[in-house]
């Protein structure tokens, strides 16, 4: 019982990760929305505390204040929704870190991948000769080629290593049985 609680926990926290940047893009909505709710709800407080301070220091005129008088009579009612603007804009800070992060991570799978492709070309080429790479290169296997690519860079892009190999095995599969129906020779 307890593997699968751990199993549970250990999905839990992938799946938080990689949900990170929309669930603080979400909280980034909701805090704009509940700093503007509590600025609206502080300003009557805060007028009445201004006019009061003014009655008193202004000998009864309600609107004789200036506003550093109505800063330092009001500032209080303000700081839940300065905390929450300050909270609001770390959320959409920190979404953004986040997405350029996992951006990174896409073009250094992507940068990983063309590379290995590139050598297994050349090694094709120098194992098979030519006419075998323009063979593979009909419309067709290259469509599934990449597609294939783009799905494993999709779905799958935290595991960079198994799924260079996948592609590599699948290319190999792809020139053994459909183009060249000969067994793999190795140097």
């Not at 301070?53 to 500032?75: F, R």
């Not at 959320?91 to 896409?106: D, E, M, P, W, Y």
Request: charged content about 20%; some cysteine.
């Amino acid at each position: 019982m307890e593997p699968k609680i751990n199993q549970l926990i250990n999905k839990s926290v992938v799946r938080l990760k990689r949900g990170s940047p929309t669930v603080l893009t979400c909280l980034g909505v909701a805090g704009v929305v509940a700093t503007t709710v509590s600025a609206v709800r502080a300003t009557p407080k805060a007028i009445e505390k201004i006019r009061k301070d003014s009655l008193i220091n202004h000998d009864g005129d309600p609107c004789g204040y200036s506003k550093t008088e109505a800063i330092k009579s009001a500032w209080v009612y303000y700081i839940p929704s300065t905390v929450i603007g300050v909270s609001t804009i770390i959320c959409i800070v920190g979404a953004n870190v986040l997405n350029r992060h996992q951006q990174a991570s896409l073009s250094s799978a992507y940068a990983l991948i063309n590379k290995s492709y590139n050598e297994y070309k050349e090694k094709l080429k120098e194992l098979y000769g030519e006419e075998a790479h323009q063979k593979i290169l009909q419309p067709k296997k290259l469509k599934m080629c990449i597609y294939l690519l783009v799905t494993f860079l999709v779905h799958r892009h935290y595991r960079l290593a198994s799924v260079t190999q996948k592609i590599l095995d699948y290319f190999m599969i792809l020139f053994q049985k459909d183009i060249l129906k000969a067994p793999y020779r190795k140097c």
